[in-house]
């Protein structure tokens, strides 16, 4: 029963995916995506992920902006607590290393795939509970806002009409 469908690139996170899974269009142009948390990335920040004609985006020249940060928790973890939220957090679109000891988790991640942010809702999701002193939340908060200036800071920007002659 194969139509011999095609498939196409999830242009966040690069899977091939089916068209019109997750789907969405801009500029004209219809985009699948692998899950909701790619295509949200997309949503945000399109031109992190596509350019203009002659302005390659970010990850169309295959950039990827990795961090690495270490999270303290309000707790240590057992050893199962620590395996399983390893797992959750390896599921993580975007993320390439983690290890937790303890109450610290180590992780490294593509800033164009996943965010702080995300790293954390998911721990919260895990019921994880972060540190919550008052420098804690204050680094958090500023990881975020950090971040968020570091990706609109390499979105595109169309070129201008007058640079093309
Ligand atoms: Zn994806």
């Known amino acids: 029963m194969s139509k011999g469908r095609k498939t196409v690139r999830d242009p966040v996170c690069g899977m091939a995916v089916a068209p019109g899974q997750h789907a969405l269009v801009h500029l004209q142009m219809e985009f ?13 920040h399109p031109h992190l992920y596509i350019g ?4 390659p985006a970010a990850r169309q020249q295959g950039k990827s902006v990795l961090k690495r940060r270490r999270l303290q928790l309000s707790r240590p973890l057992s050893a199962e607590g620590a395996s399983i939220v390893e797992a959750v957090l390896r599921e993580l679109m975007g993320v390439v290393q983690v290890s937790v000891a303890g109450e610290v988790i180590e992780i490294s991640y ?22 919550q002193g008052w420098t804690e939340r204050l680094q958090r908060a500023c990881t975020h806002q950090v971040e968020e200036w570091e990706i609109e800071g390499l979105e595109v920007i169309p070129p201008r009409r007058s640079d093309r002659r």
């Open 110 to 131: 593509d800033l164009l795939q996943v965010s702080a942010d995300d790293i954390e809702v998911a721990l919260t999701a895990a019921g994880v509970r972060l540190g």
């Open 52 to 55: 203009y004609p002659g302005v």
């Open 32 to 44: 699948a995506f692998c899950s909701e948390h790619c295509r949200a990335h997309f949503l945000a």
